[in-house]
């Protein structure tokens, strides 16, 4: 677990000393090869047992899972940067010395998101959530002597994680309160140890706990209404690291929450964590679906829509059972699939045509038959269509509800859902089809980067087809396994 | 010595000190004197640390007594004076509503920490007082945040509300394990100068550090 937390520092490191800038794009590919190559065995062992070292590190089915993600989204992205960065470089956006800083950063980054994944302690996991935070601010912010709007929008997203995180501390704190009252000595931190005395913790403090982690948490997970960030930071961002953020960063903010979830819910009853968790799960895709409706501007859209696929994901974790969750974690894969790709896909439109608004873009898929069929069959997955993979999940989350028997929350769900069909395939309709008047910059698209570029949004959009269509059986027994992390053994 | 603690209820003597500088946060004109009442702040809540150690005998808390002083009593101040300086403001506050309407609200949000907490599940080993304090000073930095102009205050409240923060984490739970106490503080520390360097860019890129101008970005 040690190594697989240093080979990301290393490479950071080795890339922010590297001089070629070629070599350190390859330097960091390479980097985080290495890194999935090493995480294989532990990982594998993980999702059949929970591994536990040095006291404050731990690894189960739930962190694995999301270890994975955050691993293959590194590996996606890190190809992906080459040819972008090359570009930006080649157009002036950003220096030499702002590459070695955007691969070191990058690879502190992921360092900062797997730490989050294999903390046993709550308080450490906090400090890896608040360095993500600091971590990706600094990548948002990077170049930004040509783009104002880029300070902007990581001012805000510091300021607003920031605080919303310090109650997610205060949470912690008062969860170490708790224990104290339980072990009559010293209080405890560790969640595997937490989770032994759960059911004996005070019920009241307790459910003040889950309402600062649930603010808290749910600032950085994207939560509306605690969301007025995420736009601005993920529109603003170069499109990896969107990609990244989007992808995976607010799901590692969601682990928080459900970290906290398996402790509070023995004491409080799953009654008042799950209303809460659906109230903010509707709250969020309602006032995104509003703005998706109205956004001209495609990475503000794809922004909006994250806000909606984590209003899915706490609602299914909100409707509760083995199911719900089930279909909450293959959401939690899907979006962090398909979105990086639709982020990687708009990264190039907008560097062939300057713009990131809807209504000076047209004609993609005439003028770019590749890129614009990706585009399109990754709309189609995020609007939630058949036969694509994010339509499964939905689909999953919708009939556990059902079986509960939540109709006003189900009912609300289809409705909102519709809307941002409509929504995502209106706007990106409008970017795909019609004839092209304005002129394309002309992306310079040789060179080895372009082709691997080009090799790894292939397979994403390959993945999201085949989700959509078959689950294969080491990632359906990869989610069981997470489930099981969060429910306790016994199910399935 | 302990006894002389007690009679003279010098915890609740220290704590009292601790919401007023964040009170008089809401009276102040210049940047200087909000990062000043940061600064005895900071003392104030290392010197609090250093009373409780002294009154149980921790080791460990005498040494989170002293980090806490170096690093939010000293380095952070330094560092905030340099970047006022630096960035050549007016030295003005501005804020939106007037210094007696926001010290009223203050008064106001103190009031209803105690009243909301008056017979509270918290019974704090060492004051009865420590929690409504810090819970108090968290709204205050808060309310602070948002009701001023100037990029540095939004960070000076930031910090009051980390204050508060640690004000209460303590008075939870007499302090946290070192390790963590110390992750905590430097992620913060890395947060603040982030944030320092981006107030010095904004300033560059509007020409102004008035987060007014911070309005491109909508919808």
Partial sequence: ?492 | MKNWIEVFSIVDFVSVGILLTAVALNGMRRLESSVKAYAVNSWLLSALIGIVAFMIGEFHLYAASLVTFISKGVVIPIFLRKIVREMKVTHEVEPYISNALSLTISGLLVAIVYASLKEGIFITGFSRNVLQISLAVILIGLFTMITRRKAITQVIGLLFMENGLFLAGFSLTYGMPMIIELGVLFDMLMGIIILGIFAVQIKRAFASSDLDKLTILKG
């Fill in chain 1, 1 to 492: 677990m040690i190594t697989i937390l240093l080979i990301p520092v290393v490479t950071a490191i080795i890339c922010y000393l590297l001089k070629g800038h070629r070599l350190t794009g390859y330097v960091s590919m390479a980097g985080s090869l290495l890194l999935a190559l090493a995480s294989i065995p532990v990982i594998r062992d993980a999702f059949s047992s929970g591994i536990s070292e040095a006291g404050l590190l731990y690894m189960d089915g739930l962190s694995a899972y999301i270890m994975s993600l955050v691993i293959f989204l590194g590996i996606a992205s890190a190809i992906y940067s080459i040819h972008y960065i090359d570009h930006e470089l080649h157009v002036g956006l950003i220096d030499k010395d702002g590459i070695r800083r955007y691969y070191g950063l990058f690879h502190l980054f992921v360092f900062t998101m797997l730490l989050v994944t294999v903390s046993n302690n709550l308080a450490l996991m906090w400090i890896a959530i608040e360095a993500t935070t600091i971590v990706s601010a600094v990548l948002i912010g990077l170049g930004y002597t040509k783009r104002p709007m880029a300070i902007e929008a990581a001012w805000k997203y510091i300021i607003l994680c920031t605080v919303g995180i310090t109650f997610a501390l205060l949470g912690t704190f008062i969860t170490y309160y708790a224990s104290i009252s339980v072990r009559g000595t010293e209080g405890i931190l560790n969640w595997t140890e937490l989770r032994k005395v759960a059911p004996g913790l005070n019920p009241s403090t307790m459910k003040l706990v889950f309402i600062f982690v649930l603010v808290g948490y749910g600032t950085k997970a994207g939560l509306a209404p605690l969301h007025n960030w995420l736009p601005d930071a993920h529109s603003e961002a170069p499109s990896p690291i969107s990609a990244l953020l989007s992808g995976i960063l607010l799901n590692t903010a969601f682990y928080g929450i459900m970290r906290f979830l398996s402790i509070v819910e023995p004491s409080t009853g799953s009654l008042f964590t799950g209303n809460l968790l659906i109230l903010f799960g509707l709250i969020s895709m309602g006032i995104s679906s509003v703005f998706i409706l109205v956004q001209e501007n495609y990475k503000r859209l794809l922004a909006y829509s994250s806000i909606e696929h984590m209003g899915i994901i706490s609602l299914g974790t909100g409707i509760g059972g083995p199911f719900a969750l089930y279909g909450a974690l293959l959401h939690i894969l899907n979006h962090s699939i398909a979105k990086p790709l639709m982020f990687f896909a708009s990264g190039m439109i907008q560097a062939h045509y300057g713009s990131t608004r809807i209504d000076r873009v047209k004609g993609v898929l005439s003028r770019l038959p590749f890129l614009g069929t990706l585009t399109f069959l990754g709309a189609l997955s995020l609007a939630g269509s058949p036969p694509f993979n994010i339509f499964i999940s939905e689909f999953t989350i919708l009939k556990a509800g059902a079986d509960k028997g939540l109709w006003p929350v189900v009912g609300a769900f289809l409705v909102f859902v519709v809307v941002v069909f409509y929504g995502i395939l209106s706007g990106f309709s409008r970017i795909l089809f019609g004839n092209s008047e304005t002129e394309t910059q002309g992306l310079r698209i040789e060179g080895s980067g372009a082709v691997l570029q080009r090799i790894v949004m292939f397979v994403m959009a390959a993945v999201v087809l085949i989700l959509g269509i078959w689950i294969p059986d080491f990632i359906d027994s990869a989610i069981w396994s997470g489930v099981r992390s969060i429910l306790g053994e016994g199910v399935r």
